[in-house]
């Protein structure tokens, strides 16, 4: 019997770039035999198919904005809740410490367990009732047009939310209640409400200072948001436009925009 050599394979590279995927293919295909007296099963096409995409950096944004730090001290940032706690246990810690002999200063024990004991009642009272400032993101071009185009509502807002405050149940308490209308006709119930989760402060496209208020609201759509839309405006004006939009995880943006502008270029 006459031995046949295996058939020969050709192999064929297709080789194509693009500016974001590189793709390479590989087709690879038997040859029929050379001989055609010799009959042999019809051989199967097999086709490999390589894939390889690329990560290209030039997709992203060349320029990414700066987030400017907030190194500032300011006593709004200090929680009294915590400071007042902390000073009336260490008074009565010191002051029973002293007053049975284990620590030193037993002349004095009785002023620290005077004023030690009011102390931790009104820091713990305060604690109770603390209601903690949320995140401020600041880019560096919105800082530096804060202080000419910011309206000064605009500046008492993010005062306001980015310190402790007690007795207040949130953020923007008042003003949720005037937009939304809690429990009367055509608003919502007060379970519902919008709840602040951060600030945002950035420039828009042409130039203006912009506070974007992001609130958490589970119970609400964007068509809730839309149409108070010009109440946003109205009770944080004047001198100002509102926008809404829609983010991920029931998160909605309520962008407040200066109209003041600046001659000052945002870098």
Not at 109 to 116: D, E, N, P, R, V
């Amino acid at each position: 019997m006459k031995a046949i050599s295996p058939p020969s394979t050709a192999a064929i590279i297709i080789h194509s770039h693009h500016h974001y995927l590189n793709h390479r293919r590989w087709f690879l295909s038997p040859q029929p035999p050379s001989n055609p007296s010799v009959s042999i099963p019809r051989p199967h096409h097999l086709k490999l198919t390589f894939i390889t995409k690329a990560a290209d950096s030039t997709s992203q944004p060349s320029a990414t904005k700066t987030i400017a730090s907030d190194d500032e001290f300011s006593l709004s940032k200090l929680s009294f809740g915590v400071i007042g706690l902390g000073v009336g246990i260490s008074l009565l810690t010191y002051g029973f410490g002293a007053y049975f002999n284990i620590l030193p200063g037993s002349e004095w024990s009785a002023i620290m367990l005077t004023y030690g004991f009011p102390l931790a009642i009104i820091g713990m009272a305060l604690k109770y009732a603390e209601l903690k400032p949320v995140p401020c993101l600041t880019y560096s071009d919105a800082q530096m047009l804060r202080e000419t185009c910011a309206t000064p509502i605009l500046k008492q807002v993010r005062n306001d939310v980015t310190r402790y405050r007690y007795g207040d149940e949130q953020h923007l308490d008042e003003a949720l209640k005037r937009i939304f209308q809690f429990g009367l006709g055509g608003g919502i119930p007060r379970r519902s409400a919008p709840i602040l989760q951060m600030i945002r402060e950035e420039v828009t496209e042409d130039g203006k200072y912009c506070l974007v208020l992001v609130f958490e609201a589970k119970a609400l759509e964007l068509s809730d948001f839309e149409k108070r839309q010009a109440k946003f405006a109205s009770f944080f004006g004047p001198g100002i436009s509102a926008e809404v939009g829609k983010g991920e995880n029931d998160l909605y943006e309520v962008r407040l925009i200066s109209n003041s502008t600046s001659n000052v270029s945002a870098s």
